[in-house]
């Protein structure tokens, strides 16, 4: 290694060609998941408050929002759905006719290239809220996980290519794969959410999913936000019941747990930049206090430097423009 003056490290930033040959870490659009949220009725396209860009669509109105991801190169979505009813133990999750399994079968009717992602959980089904069955006025993790199995099963009829079960029950990747596979999906991969932590930068997303727990909160399932370790220990069992791809989220405040987790285990690894971290952005650049365009594409960088291999985020059908420009 020489050193200053031979050594002058500014010589590799000089211009915009050296800059990006010199460059370590690249986004591209194939890396991407783009989050969506299904309703029923037709002609919905209901603004999502505290998201400005996002929206409660209708099947039909899903339709051409997925189209136009196709076309900007984006290969993936991931469903999220609001159903006709809530009840105690969200029976439309798991409805062969519900809104979810539904959306999957016209995405792959209409866009048959797009890979559909479908979110396993229960709360946006329940009426109190929580990701699982409540008895004797706690979170029954263990009746839950038929339920989720189901869930994951009913999507991947409808034609879900990767089920992905958000609840944090401990358990819940092993439930679904031996479901998948007793219906003969034993081909059919798994995503968990592997290390979700318990966050208060979910909070755009429970307006959006009309999601928020009733009583109580979710930390007594998802992971406290202080600890890296026992993220280990979730990725781990995420694996050993059949995970094909793992995931961390959120991602931003977590970027340590990305890369342990990237330098620790060879799973393909998702990181999912949340509904909070989107809508900072877009607070601070609607006040002009940040440049949108720029923190948005440093945010995303830092994702992928750390170690993710896709990223989960609602800036892709925007970031998706900005990397064709730029070609």
Avoid at 42 to 59: R, T
Avoid at 86 to 112: F, S, T, W
Avoid at 291 to 298: A, G, L, P, R, W
Wanted: net charge negative; glycine share 8%; aromatic share 8%.
């Amino acid at each position: 290694m020489t050193s200053f003056p031979d050594s002058r490290l500014r010589r590799l930033r000089v211009s915009d060609p050296m800059r990006n040959m010199a460059r370590e870490t690249r986004l591209s659009v194939k890396e991407f998941v783009y989050p969506l949220f299904v309703a029923h009725g037709s002609g919905v396209k209901e603004a999502i408050e505290p998201m400005p860009g996002q929206f409660q669509m209708s099947i039909d109105v899903l339709s051409e929002e997925v189209g136009e991801a196709a076309e900007l190169g984006i290969p993936s979505v991931l469903l999220f759905g609001l159903p006709a009813e809530k009840d105690p133990l969200g029976v439309e999750g798991y409805d062969p006719e519900g809104i979810v399994q539904e959306a999957v079968r016209m995405i792959k009717k209409n866009h048959p290239g797009m890979m559909v992602v479908t979110d396993v959980c229960m709360c946006e089904y329940t009426d109190h809220g929580h990701c699982g069955v409540i008895a004797n006025d706690r979170i029954d993790n263990d009746q839950t996980l038929e339920l989720l199995g189901k869930t994951a099963v009913s999507h991947v009829q409808a034609g879900a290519d990767l089920p992905a079960p958000s609840a944090m029950m401990d358990g819940q990747v092993w439930a679904i794969r031996r479901a998948l596979n007793d219906h003969g999906y034993d081909d059919t991969p798994i995503m968990g959410y592997a290390a979700k932590y318990s966050s208060g930068f979910y909070g755009p997303f429970r307006v959006a999913a009309d999601s928020t727990p009733q009583f109580g909160d979710r930390k007594s399932y998802q992971m406290d936000p202080a600890n890296a370790r026992m993220a280990m220990r979730e990725i781990e069992a995420d694996i050993s019941e059949g995970a094909d791809i793992v995931m961390v989220k959120p991602a931003l405040s977590y970027l340590d747990v990305i890369r342990q987790a990237k330098d620790r285990f060879v799973l393909p690894l998702a990181a999912y930049n949340v509904s909070g971290e989107y809508s900072m952005i877009k607070a601070a650049a609607a006040n002009g206090w940040v440049d949108e365009k720029t923190v948005t594409m440093e945010v995303l960088t830092s994702i992928k430097r750390a170690g993710a291999d896709t990223i989960l985020s609602y800036h892709a059908k925007e970031v998706a423009r900005w990397l064709k420009e730029a070609e």
